[in-house]
T-cell receptor, first 115, second 116 residues
């Protein structure tokens, strides 16, 4: 069964605008971690932000914030004030303790920032 | 500090040949992971090493795939008798030990493998 779902098609966003990338997850474990990674065309996977299942506050890292809605099992990434360098694939991933902390990835969201 | 490094960055091989891919994790990271990224399958977990514990090999797709980690640091992923469906980007990641509070996995640049 798919554990991480990212279903949005490729997105175009105007420079300086905000963009929200959807991610829903499925787990029965009460302890888990959620991650977002960015993969530009060069191919490297860049860590952006982390949310623990017990964290009370939504995670923020600079222009990135995570809208964590635990009851709905969603962990949407918000990128504020988009920049041209934000054009990339974005992957949502979940770490499950019983899975030896391996990451289960979604299929990714393609974002293109236009000037 | 230095991040995760992988070599080679690109590898072209002929079907049936063996290949070795290398990963050098971040210094001090005891956990090391291999993932594979292909067009059809997305990102898949392959194998996990933590310290001196037995590795979790549950993600390896066939017995042609094996990996080792010597001295708790550098890891080598070996694919024997390569097939065209092995063509993919092989990504290595490392992290602090699970349960330490710092389990974020940091990825290397990957090895792009093409099997002709």
């Amino acid at each position: 069964a798919q554990k991480i779902t990212q279903t949005q098609p490729g997105m175009f966003v105007q420079e300086k605008e905000a963009v929200t990338l959807d991610c829903t997850y499925d787990t029965s474990d009460p302890s888990y971690g959620l991650f977002w990674y960015k993969q530009p065309s060069s191919g490297e996977m860049i860590f952006l932000i982390y949310q623990g299942s017990y964290d009370q506050q939504n995670a923020t890292e600079g222009r990135y914030s995570l809208n964590f809605q635990k009851a709905r099992k969603s962990a949407n990434l918000v990128i504020s004030a988009s920049q041209l360098g934000d054009s990339a694939m974005y992957f949502c991933a979940m770490r499950e303790p019983e899975g030896n902390n391996r990451l289960a990835f979604g299929k990714g969201n393609q974002v293109v920032v236009i000037p | 500090g230095a991040g995760v490094s992988q070599s080679p960055s690109n590898k072209v091989t002929e079907k049936g040949k063996d290949v070795e891919l290398r990963c050098d994790p971040i210094s001090g990271h005891t956990a090391l992971y291999w993932y594979r990224q292909s067009l059809g399958q997305g990102l898949e977990f392959l194998i996990y090493f933590q310290g001196n514990s037995a590795p979790d090999k549950s993600g390896l797709p066939s017995d042609r795939f094996s990996a080792e980690r010597t001295g708790g640091s550098v890891s080598t992923l070996t694919i024997q008798r390569t097939q065209q469906e092995d063509s993919a980007v092989y990504l290595c990641a490392s992290s602090l030990a699970p349960g330490s509070g710092g389990e974020t996995q940091y990825f290397g640049p990957g090895t792009r493998l093409l099997v002709l």
